[in-house]
Every structure is written in structure tokens, then in C-alpha cells.
């Protein structure tokens, strides 16, 4: 046991001389100031968790306290000590900085006294708490992300290694969060992130001790963003989902065609001309292609129906959005998936593997095979031969598999609201986002999910009605739960890199912010939507 308190005082020590090494890198960076927060104390306090040290999250977080100053709350934003350029920008507009990494460490000095945490299973990590309160989700997923791996194996001692000492952080980041929280009492947490270990701590005792947490994170469109509001009831909800109070009312008012119409020419406009998800090019750079070519480039039979099975990203937040049919996330389940395509021949079967792969192993430089496919290889041996295997290479358009494929299959991805937008059946297995809605084939266990792979071309096309629903939902989704900001216009590099050039001189023009902290203020509404 002293062994363990010696390696995690090391570990202590690594983590504030990282955030003061990331202090003399931007010691010479200056930081914006954009606007100045009123002085005049306020009866409600903002957290803002500023994290990425990115600038331009860091831009968009300043204007969002800002526009919440105005509405009545003393602004406070949780940084660290590295990203200098953040500090800066919030002091420099009159913001209250907290440094994370500091208290961290004044808090992990006290674990020297106490019993350190350990977890020996997967299982034990997915389950463990503090305080009654499930943190180890979010460290599950930091290891996953940080190893790129779909399921933690144990056995391995590098893989022990390091869930051990993110356990031990993530304690320590617990019990710092709760001293923020004592100490400014927030009303309003604001953060782009809540699912990773040291973000995970804050959204979970946030939710606990009901404090309003709101997400923000950027969407398909330009200049847009999406919000959503959290609490204890709806935490495994995903950002990009409608709340069953909207749904309902939405679902109740007359539908128009011209609706239908419009989420259409989003669908065609978005992925056929390649405006959405301009930062990732996922689909700038494909092309729309046909049936006929489709089959010779794949080598499909054109007697059957074509199946598509649209992969994740392996070591993807999934842990948070609802409940997954598999227990050991998508690798399991594209696993399972497979070995079941390969027993019908009944269908044409296509893996698509998901376009983000590309630019995310380009970004983080990531080596070697795709995972999904190293994943099935390992289980496999290799890839059945009556599965066929698009690459992000490929270059093929998505909205050219939303007419020409008769079938998709997904755990919860976007996929699931898109095609059933032009009649074609969706299997999911997992619950989130757009499940239960009624336009979706969804499963209560894992049996009769893959049961349904073994006889999917027995499940018809879907009807008027579902179809309905699908582009309901989807109009909803994708034109009225971005804001679209006019304030501000987004400028693309390579990749994520990205910066917002400021197209207002007084902050009384921003019409959009203002809207944002009327609804962010109102304890009441879960999604932000447009008004029409």
C-alpha cells in the first residue's frame, strides 16, 4: 500500500508540473478581451468549464458569460494554469478564474491520509462511485479514448496501470468539484463537455445536487450550435435528441408537407453538396454515386437487397446515451453483427466504416488498421467474404446509400433518423436519441436484435406514417434545435482548427446571444428550439 502512495504522489506531481510547463509555453500569448462583464454583483452564479484551452471555444465561452452577465449572474470560469490564453481572455473581460490543477492537487495531498480507491474488473471501473455518485464511466471512457479500444482488458498490466491512476484522479477530481461547488455555489453550469473523466465529476454532482447543467456543442451547420439543458432525469439523454415533452408537442400539431420537403433539400444540400460537418470534409470530398455502380465497385448481386451496417468509432462516448443491447460496447457488437450478417446470404451486406476514423487518425495520429476492422480480424480471423467493406476512401456519399440501400443498421447513430426519412427500416441496439419514437426497428435484447439480422430482408419498407415521423423528427433535430448565430462567422483550416471572426461592435446587436441566455435562465426547458 505504500508502494501505491508513492506512486500516486508521482502521479500528483505529473499532473501540476504538466499544467506548469503548459504555462510557460503560452506565457507570451496574449489573451482577447472582447467584452467587459458588468461589476454589479449578482444574485446567481455561472460556472463555466474551460478545459480545451482551445481559442476558439474559449471566444465562444467568453461571449456566452457575456450574454449571462447581462441576464443577472456573477460569472466564474474552472481553467487550468497551461491554457494562459483562456486565463487571459477571462480576466481580461473581468471574469473569476479558478484554477482546476491547483486545487487538484491541494485535494489529492489529502488522499496521503486516506484509503486509496482500486477496482480490479471491468465492471468494478463501470461501477464505481463517490459518494453514492457514479463517476467511473467517465474514467472508463478516457481509457478507452486514450488506448483507442472499444473494451478495457484487464489482463493487460499496461491497461491496470493506467485505469489505476485515473481512478485515483478522477477521487481526487470528485472531491476537488465538490469544494468548487461549496465555495461559489453555482446555479448554472456551462460546459462544451460532460462525458470524460474530469468533466464527468462536475456534470454527475451537478445533476445530483440539482444544479442546472447546460451542454453546448457545435452541430452539422455553420456557425451553429445546439443546447441542451440536464438534470437527474434525463442525463443519459444525448445533446442531439428532442425531450418527450417537445416530441409530443410536436407531434400533435398539423404536418406539413413542405416539411418533408425541407428536411429533403437539408439531406442534399448537407451531405450531397457537402456543407455539413465542414470541419471534419466528412463529406466535402465524396461523390454521389449510383445503384449500378455501386453494385460493380462492391461487387454486390443485383437480384438481392442491399443491408448496410454503419460501424462507430470504437472508442467513442457511448457510455453516456441511453442503454446499450451489448454490454461491452460497440466492439461486441459490431462483433456479434458480423458473425451474424455472415450467416445470411439472403442479402447484399456492406460494412461502411465510419468517415470520422479518417480525420480523427490523421489528427491524433493514430497508426494502423481502422479499428472496427482490427477488431473483427482479432475475433474473426478476417472480414467474411460476403461482407463488404466501404473505407472512408471510398470516398461514397452518404446520401447516395440513403436511396440506394434497403436497410440500415446502427446502435444510435444519425443514421437512424436519416434513411427511415426516405422509407427505409433501420435496426438499432441501443436506446438513445431517436428510439422509441416509432420510426425505427428496435430490439429489447440482444437475441432478438440479432435474430432480426438473420431475416432483415423479410422486414418491409416502412409505411407513410413512420415515415412521417422520421421527417418530424428530423426537422425538428436539424432546423430548429441549432441556433444560428449571426454574431459570429466561423472560418475553417485543416481539420478542427478553426476561429470566429466577430461581425457585431456593440454586444446589444447580438440578438442570438440574447436568445440563448433567455432560454439558458429559464430552469424550465430542456432543449433549446428556435421559435417559428
Known amino acids: 500500500m505504500l508502494a501505491g502512495k508513492f506512486i500516486f504522489l508521482i502521479d500528483l506531481k505529473r499532473v501540476l508540473a504538466a499544467d506548469i510547463l503548459g504555462f510557460f509555453r503560452t506565457i507570451f500569448l496574449r489573451g482577447r478581451k472582447i467584452f467587459v462583464l458588468e461589476k454589479t454583483k449578482k444574485e446567481k452564479n455561472l460556472l463555466i468549464v474551460s478545459l480545451s484551452g482551445v ?96 473494451r478495457l482488458n484487464f489482463e493487460d498490466r499496461k491497461t491496470r496501470g493506467i485505469v489505476r491512476r485515473y481512478v485515483w484522479r478522477s477521487a481526487v477530481y470528485f472531491e476537488t468539484v465538490k469544494a468548487i461547488f461549496k465555495k461559489i455555489k453555482p446555479d448554472l453550469v456551462l460546459a462544451n463537455e460532460k462525458g470524460y473523466m474530469g468533466n464527468y ?13 447546460i451542454q453546448w456543442i457545435g452541430c452539422q451547420e455553420p456557425n451553429s450550435l ?50 455539413w460537418f465542414g470541419y471534419h470534409y466528412l463529406s466535402s470530398k465524396t461523390v454521389l454515386t449510383t445503384r449500378g455502380d455501386l453494385i460493380r465497385k462492391y461487387s454486390l448481386d443485383p437480384e438481392k437487397k442491399i443491408a448496410v451496417l454503419f460501424s462507430h468509432i470504437m472508442w467513442d462516448a457511448n457510455l453516456f446515451y441511453g442503454e446499450d443491447l451489448f454490454e461491452n460496447g460497440f466492439g461486441e457488437w459490431i462483433v456479434e453483427t458480423v458473425k451474424a450478417m455472415k450467416k445470411n446470404k439472403a442479402v447484399n451486406w456492406i460494412l461502411k466504416v465510419h468517415p470520422s476514423n479518417r480525420f480523427r487518425h490523421k489528427a491524433e495520429g493514430i497508426k494502423g488498421e481502422y479499428r472496427e476492422l ?148 429559464d430552469k424550465k426547458i430542456e432543449d433549446f428550439i428556435r421559435q417559428i
Open 226 to 275: 445546439i443546447f441542451k439543458r440536464y438534470n437527474k432525469t434525463n442525463e443519459k439523454e444525448h445533446a442531439f435528441s428532442i425531450s418527450d415533452e417537445n416530441w409530443q408537442k410536436f407531434q400533435a400539431m398539423p404536418w406539413q408537407e413542405d416539411k418533408g420537403r425541407e428536411v429533403r433539400r437539408l439531406f442534399e444540400n448537407g451531405y450531397g453538396k457537402g456543407e
Open 201 to 213: 465529476e462536475i456534470f454527475k454532482l451537478a445533476t445530483e445536487e440539482g444544479i442546472d447543467f
Open 374 to 521: 482490427q477488431a473483427l480480424k482479432e475475433a474473426l480471423g478476417e472480414i467474411p467474404e460476403n461482407i463488404k467493406v466501404m473505407h472512408p476512401e471510398d470516398e461514397i456519399n452518404p446520401y447516395s446509400l440513403f436511396q440506394l440501400a434497403d436497410y440500415g443498421i446502427t446502435v444510435r447513430g444519425t443514421i437512424g433518423m436519416e434513411m427511415p426519412c426516405f422509407g427505409k427500416p433501420v435496426l438499432t441496439a441501443g436506446t438513445g436519441r431517436y428510439s422509441g419514437k416509432g420510426f425505427t426497428i428496435d430490439s429489447s435484447s440482444k437475441e432478438e436484435y440479432l435474430e432480426k439480422i438473420l431475416h432483415i430482408e423479410e422486414i418491409p419498407v416502412l409505411n407513410e406514417e413512420k415515415k412521417r415521423l422520421a421527417l418530424l423528427y428530423s426537422y425538428i433535430l436539424l432546423k430548429l434545435r441549432p441556433l444560428k448565430f449571426q454574431s459570429f462567422k466561423e472560418t475553417f483550416f485543416s481539420h478542427a482548427d478553426k476561429k470566429i471572426e466577430l461581425l457585431i461592435k456593440n454586444f446589444d446587436e447580438a440578438g442570438d446571444f440574447q436568445e440563448f441566455s433567455c432560454w439558458a435562465s
Open 55 to 150: 481559442n476558439y471555444t474559449i471566444f465562444l465561452e467568453s461571449l456566452f458569460a457575456k450574454a449571462l452577465n447581462k441576464n443577472g449572474y456573477n460569472v466564474f470560469f474552472l481553467s487550468e494554469l497551461g491554457y494562459m490564453n483562456g486565463v487571459r481572455s477571462f480576466r481580461a473581460i473581468g471574469g473569476k478564474v479558478i484554477f482546476y490543477h491547483l486545487l487538484f492537487f491541494k485535494n489529492g495531498l489529502k488522499f496521503i491520509f486516506k484509503k486509496l480507491p482500486f477496482v480490479k474488473t471491468g465492471e468494478d471501473l463501470m461501477n464505481f462511485s463517490r459518494d453514492g455518485i457514479n463517476i467511473g464511466k467517465g474514467i472508463y471512457a478516457l481509457v478507452s479514448r486514450k488506448l483507442k479500444v472499444g
